[in-house]
């Protein structure tokens, strides 16, 4: 059993557009306790540590502010090393950038070394949960899920299916995909903290045929997760219709192959009308709001008030390579702008929900993770507020907690991540 001390702050539900303090949790001086790898208590430190006796071994991070571990909910590990690609919107950057970058991860040893950076690079900045793309090659979910195991990270990722319309080193067809991923699932779904998801990359991008074999799948194995991409782009859509004119719309045409369901989770979901919101709700699919990328390759503007009301979990998503940033700060900063371009709001405790406790229960694991509710795993980050000189001096005027937790989100990045804890454990 250890304790952690210091300013702690979690969400017990989304506190909204108008940011209800109910919502929320905040000890000023707080203390969280786990006990093998599990939340135990938090609260007050002055009331627990009465309590707790002498056997508590307690780790002190006073004047820094604890808040669950972040979940990225749409990431594309193979898209790394394109990062800040110029100049294209979301056909064409597939096209220029991220295909030959992916063709590279025929080679095996490749797709492992890029797989490790990339987990540590989500743990330096504070994120112990994430939904990843892997390729097509099969090995590079392999690839993925041996680095977050080595990391005890709870982690999901797929093999990506493409058989049309991408270039022909990076297709596979109906059979090997319903093969590979069967394999897959049998492999890592449900080892450890590891989770399977069937990865078809868009509608575009697979035949009916293949959809098909997906959609298979997922009755097969209905606690697995589906994971694509929906409604990005305009382009996108249209053809889209073009290719599907018997489908009412885009969402339509994964529904048509029952790849709409509970663990469902839609990158994107810019375009999108009232019918649409109301069937994913129904169905129980989720969003994944992901504001660096539609912003960068010019794609549209998610509308969360809409999301939210027709009763669609939404999460954000870093979206690297299309994304910008691997820091949920950084991309909780430019959803905020995202809503204000609509006149809208985003207070720092709605964005620090859609970091943690809303992307939880985007990708359905709101049991075991997202908050710090008594027995849900002890993943948490540790911000240090003068990470930067900026940061401090900035601070130094703030006077609440929402205040402090705002500017950590506009200003702040991996800099100011302290300390990473998975199972209560500190990262290396």
């Not at 080595?150 to 319903?178: F, N, Q």
């Not at 985003?346 to 943690?356: F, H, N, V």
């Not at 937790?405 to 702040?412: G, V």
């Amino acid at each position: 059993m250890r304790a952690y001390r210091g300013t702690i702050l979690h969400c017990l539900d989304d506190p909204g557009e108008q940011s209800n303090p109910s919502a929320w949790e905040h000890f000023d001086d707080g203390l969280l306790i786990v006990d093998e790898g599990k939340i135990a208590r938090v609260g007050e430190a002055d009331a627990l540590l009465a309590d707790a006796g002498d056997d508590v071994d307690v780790v002190d991070y006073r004047g820094k502010l604890i808040v669950p571990g972040f979940i990225d909910c749409h990431v594309h590990f193979s898209q790394l090393d394109i990062i800040g690609s110029f100049g294209a919107q979301l056909l064409d950057w597939l096209n220029q950038y991220a295909f030959p970058e992916e063709a590279k991860f025929a080679d095996a040893g490749h797709a492992r070394e890029v797989a490790k950076v990339f987990v540590e690079e989500l743990l330096r900045n504070g994120t112990t949960t994430a939904l990843v793309f892997g390729t097509v090659h099969a090995h590079s979910a392999d690839a993925i899920f041996e680095a977050a195991e080595a990391k005890s990270m709870r982690l999901i990722a797929g093999k990506v299916l493409m058989d049309t319309h991408c270039p022909a080193e990076l297709r596979d067809d109906p059979e090997s995909a319903y093969a590979d991923s069967k394999a897959l699932i049998e492999k890592w779904h449900g080892r450890g903290r590891l989770g399977y998801a069937i990865t078809p990359r868009f509608a575009l991008t697979s035949s009916a045929g293949q959809l098909a074999a997906a959609g298979r799948l997922a009755a097969e194995y209905p606690d697995v997760w589906v994971h694509t991409h929906l409604a990005e782009n305009m382009e996108e859509v249209e053809e889209i219709a073009r290719l599907y004119p018997d489908s009412r719309s885009y969402l339509d045409v994964y529904d048509g192959f029952e790849l709409l369901r509970k663990r469902s989770v839609f990158a994107h979901c810019l375009h999108m009308d009232a019918v649409d919101r109301s069937t994913m709700a129904a169905k129980h699919g989720a969003a994944a709001f992901c504001p660096t990328s539609n912003l960068f390759l010019g794609s549209g503007l998610f509308d969360l008030p809409r999301m939210r009301e027709a009763g669609i979990h939404c999460g954000l998503g870093t979206d690297v390579g299309g994304g910008t940033s691997l820091s949920l700060l950084r991309t909780a900063s430019e959803a905020y702008k995202v809503l204000h371009l609509q006149e809208h709001a985003l207070p720092a405790m709605r964005a620090l929900y859609l970091a943690t406790l809303g992307a939880a229960e985007a990708l359905d694991l709101d049991d075991c993770i997202g908050n710090f509710a008594a027995g849900k795993e002890a993943d948490f980050v540790v911000l240090d507020y003068e990470g930067s000189a900026l940061t401090a001096r900035r601070m130094a005027a703030a006077e609440t907690i929402e205040e402090k937790l705002f500017a950590l989100m506009t200003l702040a990045d991996d800099r100011n991540v302290a300390a990473t804890y998975i199972l209560g454990r500190l990262s290396d």
